[in-house]
T-cell receptor, first 118, second 113 residues
Framework: DVKVTQSSRYLVKRTGEKVFLECVQDMDHENMFWYRQDPGLGLRLIYFSYDVKMKEKGDIPEGYSVSREKKERFSLILESASTNQTSMYLC???FGEGPNDPPPYEQYFGPGTRLTVT | TQLLEQSPQFLSIQEGENLTVYCNSSSVFSSLQWYRQEPGEGPVLLVTVVTGGEVKKLKRLTFQFGDARKDSSLHITAAQPGDTGLYLCAGDMIKAAGNKLTFGGGTRVLVKP
């Protein structure tokens, strides 16, 4: 079974703090993704990566950065947390050799990190 | 505007009843996935449909991909409280770059005992 783990299930941070969210997958997947999920807004893609040290902006990258130093690990960084970044953060991974792979692009999700910024 | 529209947004039914969730788009998709998400958890992949007109069954769940690959439906027969959750459809658009998926807004299903 594919396993995607996230470093924390719940996190409470203060405004202005630097926040690191870690995601690890054990299926040797090339592609990894970070989403946030908010009521009424659905899943929104923040960043994704299709290889080590490669990253691409998603739909809402502002206020976030990412790091992928190893294939199995994808980190989301909030440089200076703000209250509007309070959300459920979901990491996912999928198999693929690169950005032009043929579908389907099935994604496997971690359990999520509920982040509250006060 | 969602590229994938799910309907209804919310569905509350009694145990034993049937339900259908729809996922519609004006775009053509190479494949479409259905996920179920329970409260406080990440989405779990249920099925992938690839061929237009394809029907897949997973116990009491039946998934259909439209002939034109623009829409899909999920039908649950004799729903049980364990079917409660947020159902998400997600598709990869034929002309989209990278390995990204487009997600629908979700249908929240509540099955009451």
């Amino acid at each position: 079974d594919v396993k995607v783990t996230q470093s924390s299930r719940y996190l409470v941070k203060r405004t202005g703090e630097k926040v690191f969210l870690e995601c690890v997958q054990d299926m040797d997947h090339e592609n990894m993704f970070w989403y946030r999920q908010d009521p009424g807004l659905g899943l929104r893609l923040i960043y994704f990566s299709y290889d080590v040290k490669m990253k691409e902006k998603g739909d809402i990258p502002e206020g976030y950065s990412v790091s992928r130093e190893k294939k199995e690990r994808f980190s989301l960084i909030l440089e200076s947390a703000s209250t509007n970044q309070t959300s459920m953060y979901l990491c996912a991974s999928s198999f693929g050799e690169g950005p032009n792979d043929p579908p389907p692009y099935e994604q496997y999700f971690g359990p999520g990190t509920r982040l509250t910024v006060t | 505007t969602q590229l994938l529209e799910q309907s209804p947004q919310f569905l509350s039914i009694q145990e034993g009843e049937n339900l259908t969730v729809y996922c519609n788009s004006s775009s053509v998709f190479s494949s479409l996935q259905w996920y179920r998400q329970e409260p406080g958890e990440g989405p779990v992949l249920l099925v992938t449909v690839v061929t237009g007109g394809e029907v897949k069954k997973l116990k009491r769940l039946t998934f259909q991909f439209g002939d034109a690959r623009k829409d899909s439906s999920l039908h649950i027969t004799a729903a049980q409280p364990g079917d409660t959750g947020l159902y998400l459809c997600a598709g990869d658009m034929i002309k989209a770059a990278g390995n990204k998926l487009t997600f629908g807004g979700g249908t929240r299903v509540l099955v009451k005992p």
